[in-house]
């Protein structure tokens, strides 16, 4: 187990990770017969863009985006997810995961969603379909 030292703050959000392969769309003859879907629809790519800390497109962005958000001093991701999970099999486990991910042309999403705010997450969660879009807590 790691036991951090230094500044600890109490954090009012929770942390996710949407991988995205293709975003549905509104056809034209659903939104006819339901034209607020395509608002609705509209404002939730646009909340997950606005809440977007970070994104990541290709297996070299994301060694780069997780060696850097892990203290900085890692050659690789592959480096920094073995200490962060104090386990080499996990790290590697996680690894694999995401450039699986990246290799279907996934694009990662980090969002960082307020407590307040648990209904995005819950819509976030219905989306998912397990084929264009997933959706999971944690942040590497």
Known sequence: MK??????????????VLAVKQLPEVDEEVAK???????????VIDTIEGKSDDVVRTLAEYDKFISGKVYGRYATALDALIY????EEGGKKLYAERAAVFN????????DIE??????ADMLRAMSDGENILFEEGYL
């Open 115 to 120: 407590y307040s705010d648990e209904s995005l």
């Open 104 to 111: 279907k042309g996934y694009t990662l999403y980090y969002l």
């Open 3 to 16: 036991i951090r030292q230094g500044f600890v703050t109490n954090s009012s959000s929770s942390s996710f």
């Open 84 to 87: 962060e999970y104090d386990d």
């Open 33 to 43: 017969s339901h034209p607020v879907l395509k608002y609705v629809y509209k404002m």
